[in-house]
T-cell receptor, first 115, second 113 residues
Framework: GAGVSQSPRYKVAKRGQDVALRCDPI?????LFWYQQALGQGPEFLTY????????KSGLPSDRFFAERPEGSVSTLKIQRTQQEDSAVYLC?????????????FGEGSRLTVL | SQQGEEDPQALSIQEGENATMNCSYKTSINNLQWYRQNSGRGLVHLIL?????REKHSGRLRVTLDTSKKSSSLLITASRAADTASYFCATDAGSSNTGKLIFGQGTTLQVKP
């Protein structure tokens, strides 16, 4: 496809379960970002990859959150031992340029509900 | 933490009117971007303005940037019902090599037909 693809679109997890969220960026895009968006709020930065290198993970809220992009393309955001406060929409975005200097292309998001 | 603060939080206008949204930020920037988000969807890029630019146009959109006041405004002229969405400003916080683009809380715009 031509856009950023995220899966699953919706995920319901029981508290304590592990979840994995996938992002397929636009082919050839150097930069990949993960954001967390709570209802009625703006997206909050989680982490940034430049190719396969995770250059900034300062936004990850705890060590239960882990992201990887091993081949510089597809990325996975993993949340271990989910808590209710993890309920949010997780947005992935990619950019042709390095850093935050260019336009970001967003996926539709993965809505996580933790019961 | 949020870098940008949008004002107003919510705006309701009639079709055909102009809509103005404002964004203030705290640190120096290299560029400022505006995004739009329809309910339940991802964000869509509208326009990017660099720190050495003061005004930029794109169709019915007009963006201004005042770096001395650390503020930007987005003007949508001749609004349409399809413009109903949330609008966010985003800044790079002057740190282009880390990729941390920081978003504000957003302005929710409702355009009544």
């Amino acid at each position: 496809g031509a856009g950023v693809s995220q899966s699953p679109r919706y995920k319901v997890a029981k508290r304590g379960q592990d979840v994995a969220l996938r992002c397929d960026p636009i082919s050839g895009h150097v930069s990949l970002f993960w954001y967390q968006q709570a209802l009625g709020q703006g997206p909050e930065f989680l982490t940034y990859f430049q190719n396969e290198a995770q250059l900034d993970k300062s936004g990850l809220p705890s060590d239960r959150f882990f992201a990887e992009r091993p081949e510089g393309s597809v990325s996975t955001l993993k949340i271990q031992r989910t808590q209710q406060e993890d309920s949010a929409v997780y947005l992935c975005a990619s950019s042709r340029l390095a850093g935050g200097t260019g336009e970001l292309f967003f996926g539709e998001g993965s809505r996580l509900t933790v019961l | 933490s949020q870098q940008g603060e949008e004002d107003p939080q919510a705006l309701s206008i009639q079709e055909g009117e102009n809509a103005t949204m404002n964004c203030s930020y705290k640190t120096s920037i290299n560029n400022l971007q505006w995004y739009r988000q329809n309910s339940g969807r991802g964000l869509v890029h509208l326009i990017l303005i660099r720190s050495n630019e003061r005004e930029k146009h794109s169709g019915r959109l007009r963006v201004t940037l005042d770096t001395s006041k650390k503020s930007s405004s987005l003007l949508i002229t001749a609004s349409r019902a399809a413009d109903t969405a949330s609008y966010f400003c985003a800044t790079d916080a002057g740190s282009s090599n880390t990729g941390k683009l920081i978003f504000g809380q957003g302005t929710t715009l409702q355009v009544k037909p």
